[in-house]
C-alpha cells in the first residue's frame, strides 16, 4: 500500500473512534493526531481498531513516539501494511 | 469560604491524628465512623441495599452489621494510610506484610522492563497496596482530586509515595497509560465504582453494571500482563499483599465482545475476594446506578 492508501484508511478508522468534529477529508500526512480528538481511553480503541483493520501485530508501545498521521502511515507500512 | 473550613477541619483533624498513636487513632475513627453510620441514612440504606442484592446475606441484621463493619473498616483505612509511612519503609515491609503473590506475576514484578496492568477494587487498604507494592515495582495509579483544592493539596502532601505516583483521572496526555507501561511499570487500576453510561454493562454480583473498560483496552492493545490483587487487612498495619497468575486475552476482531470477555473474568476474582471478606469492601458506593 501507498502512504496515500494507508492514510485514507486511517481517515476511516479515526473516524470510528474520535470524540472530536474533525473534518476528516482534510487530514494529511503533517496533521498532528494530538488534535484530532483522542483521550487516554479513544486513543486504545483506535489502536485496537488500527491492528484488526489493518491486521498487523505491533506493541501499542511502539506508537507512544509518534505524532503525526503520515508517521503513523509510515510505522503501519513498515509493520507491513 | 466553605472550603477554607472543610480544609481548617482537615488540618485540625490530621493534627490531632498526629499526636496520637495507632491504636488511640482507630479507636476513634471506628467511634467517628459508628457516629456517621448512624447519622448517614442515605449512605447506610445503600450499603445495607447492596449488601443483599449482591447476595452476601439474605438477613437484614447480618447486613447491617457488615455495613457497619465496612464504614469502620473505611475509618481505619484512612488512618492506617495516613500513617503507614511512619511503619513502612523498603527494609521492613515484609516484617508485618505477608506476600502471597503468584510467582510467574512475581517474576513480572522483578524484571524492570516489564510494565504490569493490576486491576483491583475498593476492597482492603487499596491506598496501602499501592504503596506496598511500590516496594518491588513503581506504580502508577489514577485519582481524580478532591473537590476543595486546599484540602487536596494537604491530603496529597500527607500520603507516603515511595515509588507510587498518583496521575489525574483527566489528564491530558492521551498516550500516557502506554507510556507507563512502556516504562515498565504497574500501573494500578480500580475497576469497581459505577462508569459512564456508555461503557458496557457488565455483571457485578448478578446485577448489570457500567464497568469502565481501559483495563481490558489496553490489555488487548498492549498485551502487557493483566493482574488482579487486593491487600487484605489482618490487624493493626498487618496485611496480606495477595496477587493471582497473569491473565492473557486474545484480541478476536469483536472489540466488544474481548472487553466484555476480560471484565467479566475480572469482576468474578473480585466478588470472589469480596464473599470471603464481605466488611473490607466499599458498599456504600452506588455502584448499580
Same mark, same amino acid.
Given at each position: 500500500?501507498?502512504?496515500?492508501? *494507508? ?19 482534510? *487530514? ?34 511502539? *506508537?507512544?513516539?509518534?505524532?503525526? *498521521? ?12 | ?13 490530621? /493534627? ?6 495507632? +491504636? ?10 459508628? =457516629? ?27 447486613? #447491617? ?8 473498616? =473505611? ?46 477494587? !475498593?476492597?482492603? %487498604?487499596?491506598?496501602? +497496596? ?17 473537590? %476543595? ?20 483521572? !483527566? ?21 469497581? #465504582? ?32 493483566? /493482574?488482579?490483587?487486593? /491487600? @487484605? ?46 466488611? #473490607?469492601? @466499599? ?7
Amino acid at each position: 500500500m501507498t502512504q496515500q492508501e *494507508v492514510i485514507a484508511q486511517l481517515r476511516a478508522v479515526m473516524k470510528r473512534s474520535s470524540k472530536a468534529r474533525v473534518d476528516w477529508d482534510a *487530514v494529511q500526512p503533517d496533521t498532528k493526531i494530538e488534535i484530532l480528538g483522542f483521550d487516554s481511553l479513544s486513543i486504545l480503541d483506535l489502536i485496537y481498531d488500527i491492528q484488526q483493520e489493518f491486521k498487523l501485530d505491533f506493541e501499542a508501545e511502539e *506508537v507512544v513516539a509518534i505524532k503525526t *498521521v503520515g508517521q503513523l502511515a509510515d510505522f503501519l507500512m513498515k509493520k507491513g501494511a | 469560604m466553605r472550603y477554607l473550613l472543610e480544609y481548617a477541619a482537615a488540618r485540625g483533624m490530621l /493534627c490531632m491524628l498526629d499526636r496520637m498513636d495507632l +491504636a488511640a487513632s482507630e479507636r476513634l475513627a471506628t467511634r467517628i465512623a459508628g =457516629f456517621w453510620f448512624l447519622l448517614h441514612g442515605m449512605r447506610r440504606r445503600v450499603a445495607i441495599d447492596n449488601i443483599i442484592r449482591s447476595g452476601i446475606t439474605s438477613d437484614p441484621k447480618e447486613a #447491617q452489621r457488615i455495613a457497619r463493619d465496612s464504614f469502620r473498616h =473505611f475509618a481505619v483505612l484512612v488512618v492506617e494510610s495516613l500513617k503507614s509511612g511512619e511503619c513502612f519503609n523498603e527494609q521492613n515491609w515484609k516484617d508485618r506484610v505477608r506476600v502471597d503473590i503468584n510467582p510467574e506475576t512475581m517474576r513480572l514484578l522483578e524484571d524492570p522492563r516489564q510494565g504490569i496492568i493490576l486491576v483491583s477494587g !475498593h476492597f482492603g %487498604n487499596w491506598e496501602i +497496596a499501592a504503596q506496598l507494592l511500590s516496594y518491588l515495582k513503581p506504580v502508577a495509579g489514577i485519582t481524580r482530586p478532591l473537590d %476543595n483544592p486546599y484540602t487536596n493539596r494537604l491530603m496529597e502532601s500527607r500520603k507516603p509515595r515511595n515509588r507510587f505516583r498518583l496521575i489525574p483521572k !483527566h489528564d491530558t496526555d492521551a498516550l500516557r497509560f502506554l507510556k507507563i507501561l512502556r516504562n515498565g511499570e504497574m500501573l494500578a487500576l480500580l475497576n469497581d #465504582q459505577h462508569a459512564r453510561r456508555e461503557d458496557p454493562l457488565v455483571d457485578f454480583f448478578g446485577r448489570p453494571a457500567h464497568t469502565h473498560t481501559s483495563p481490558a483496552l489496553l490489555h488487548l492493545v498492549t498485551r502487557t500482563p493483566l /493482574c488482579f490483587g487486593y /491487600c @487484605l487487612r489482618t490487624g493493626p498495619m498487618q496485611y496480606t499483599v495477595h496477587a493471582g497468575p497473569p491473565l492473557h486475552f486474545a484480541a478476536t476482531g469483536n472489540r466488544e465482545a474481548d472487553i466484555r470477555t476480560i471484565l467479566e473474568a475480572l469482576n468474578r476474582l473480585l466478588e470472589d475476594a469480596i464473599r470471603l471478606h464481605p466488611e #473490607q469492601y @466499599l458498599w456504600a458506593h452506588r455502584r448499580w446506578k
